[in-house]
């Protein structure tokens, strides 16, 4: 690819991006109680549509009020005022020539029981993470196992979450499917070990995620745009490798790839690490078993990572880099030398400062 390449335009569907940078998502704690995020919170995805991103999404929106919080204080998408919150954000970001995407999740056994509505925690399998958790310093609690009415009701709440998103005007929806959260808990075997149709092979581990899809699918209109997030580590137990092999994650993208999806979006923690044992990126596994358009994210902080990133993706995503620096998307234009961030210095996401 050229070295332009960053700022060339790029088709996704029906939509023509102004360059190949994007916003990537981002969880958050940041709803005063009304899982509405705070006003600077918003303002903050308005400015970087503003300041070049052509891509700009949203904090994790968790998708229903029973068991699908993880984190305190986390925005959701479900009633007419949340959407009318988001209204004028979405609007706003399509002023400035952006495309909006909203990331839908599930925490699964991410979470802990006191700050979910219904006191309780879901999970393919009753198997925790290892670590404890950061936010609590106490172990995770066991999960209940999903009963059949429990996962019809979890694909519920993904699609009226899909629905308040269409309401509000987003361009996109993104099903977040990476990271240890539920769509992740059920592909992976290291959190699944169910017997029934949802666990043991690798279809029958994708058979969750595959009913989310269709019937999320069936909500969005054919003119906007329907993502998918993968990726091979998640926020507890990083070391672990989620996917046993590459084998196992490339027939995983291969049926992703069967899907109503219009882009698949690789999150890594580097995206030059190499995967699976192999000399190749998780990128490039990915690019080898599908033609869907890529994202990818992790570690890309300048231009010459973004770069290089996008040889084998088609759209650079940045988290703490584009999170710290307003103006990063023209930082890289000019090739500025910018800083690799560490996480913590990224903690401003999860105070009540107001970002920058």
């Not at 995770?140 to 269409?166: L, R």
Request: with cysteine.
């Amino acid at each position: 690819m050229s070295d332009n390449i960053l700022f060339t335009p790029f088709q996704l569907k029906s939509l023509t991006l102004k360059n190949r940078i994007g916003v990537a998502p981002m969880t958050r704690m940041s709803s005063p109680g009304d899982s509405v995020p705070r006003q600077d919170v918003l303002d903050f995805l308005i400015r970087r549509a503003k300041n070049g991103a052509a891509v700009v999404y949203t904090e994790a929106i968790i998708t229903d009020y029973e068991s699908a919080q993880g984190y305190p204080g986390q925005a959701r998408m479900l009633t007419q005022r949340q959407i009318d919150a988001w209204q004028p954000v979405v609007k706003a970001i399509q002023n400035e020539g952006s495309v909006a995407v909203m990331q839908m999740f599930h925490c699964g056994r991410m979470s802990w029981p006191e700050i979910n509505p219904a006191n309780r925690v879901i999970a393919p399998s009753p198997i925790t993470p290892k670590q404890n958790n950061p936010l609590t310093q106490k172990p995770y609690p066991v999960p209940d196992e999903m009963t059949e009415f429990d996962i019809n009701h979890v694909i519920n709440g993904f699609v009226e979450t899909a629905k308040g998103a269409v309401e509000a005007g987003f361009n996109g929806i993104e099903i977040h499917g990476a990271h240890g959260y539920l769509i992740n808990n059920f592909l992976s075997s290291y959190s699944n070990q169910r017997t029934d149709s949802y666990g043991g092979s690798v279809e029958n581990r994708f058979r969750f995620a595959h009913e989310v899809i269709q019937a999320v699918h069936k909500v969005v209109p054919e003119d906007r745009l329907l993502a998918f997030r993968i990726a091979n580590w998640g926020v507890a137990d990083m070391e672990v490798s989620l996917f046993e092999s590459k084998a196992e994650y490339q027939a995983i993208i291969k049926m992703l790839s069967k899907e109503p999806i219009d882009v698949i979006s690789v999150s890594t923690y580097g995206y030059k690490d190499k995967a699976f044992g192999t000399d190749q990126n998780v990128a490039e596994i990915t690019r080898e078993v599908t033609d869907l358009p890529l994202m990818i994210c992790g570690q890309i902080y300048d231009r010459a990572s973004a770069e290089d990133a996008l040889k084998s993706a088609d759209i650079a995503l940045s988290g703490k880099s584009i999170l710290l620096n307003p103006n990063w998307v023209e930082d890289i234009r000019a090739g500025k030398e910018l800083p690799l961030y560490k996480s913590e210095e990224a903690n401003i996401a999860y105070t009540d400062e107001p970002l920058p």
